[in-house]
């Protein structure tokens, strides 16, 4: 399921906010899914709006990229004239054997400090005499830097 957080821009309206919190976008994601499935050659959205009736484009193609980083489709990288004249791309459905989840995000790595040598590099660099309050300074901001960013 899609995190209602990832369909809203922090700048919408608190009105499109509060639609993407009500919104549960898995039934619409497993609708267009079997609409693509019905295209073995691929689809464009302007394919998936004639099959899917109800629904208008600007409902179908938000439903694309969590469907291809869950590996259900891919992009083929085809490209289709759409009604407007501009390219579209070709999404296809993969049959579950095939399937394979595009990560989203890199693994988490754990704080990296420098140690005593890269700070002394650092200060030699700077023309600062090492050691003492200098040193200190440099710890600061550091245990700072990692506070702020749940290090």
């Not at 994601?29 to 050659?41: R, S």
């Amino acid at each position: 399921m899609t995190d209602a957080h990832m369909m809203v821009r922090i700048t919408d309206p608190d009105t499109s906010h509060e639609a993407a919190y009500n919104f549960d976008p898995t039934e619409m994601e497993g609708l267009v899914l079997q609409a693509i499935a019905n295209f073995p050659n691929g689809c464009i959205a302007d394919d998936l709006e004639r099959a899917l009736p109800f629904a208008r484009w600007n409902t179908i193609t938000p439903r694309l990229a969590p469907l291809i980083r869950k590996g259900l489709i891919v992009d083929t990288g085809e490209r289709r004239k759409a009604k407007s004249g501009r390219g579209q791309r070709v999404v296809k459905f993969v049959p579950e054997p095939e399937r394979v989840a595009v990560p989203t995000k890199p693994k988490k790595r754990g704080w990296v400090g420098l140690n005593d040598e890269e700070l002394q590099a650092l200060s030699d660099g700077w023309s600062i005499m090492f050691g003492g309050y200098v040193q200190d300074f440099a710890k600061a901001i550091e245990d700072r830097l990692k506070e702020k960013n749940g290090g």
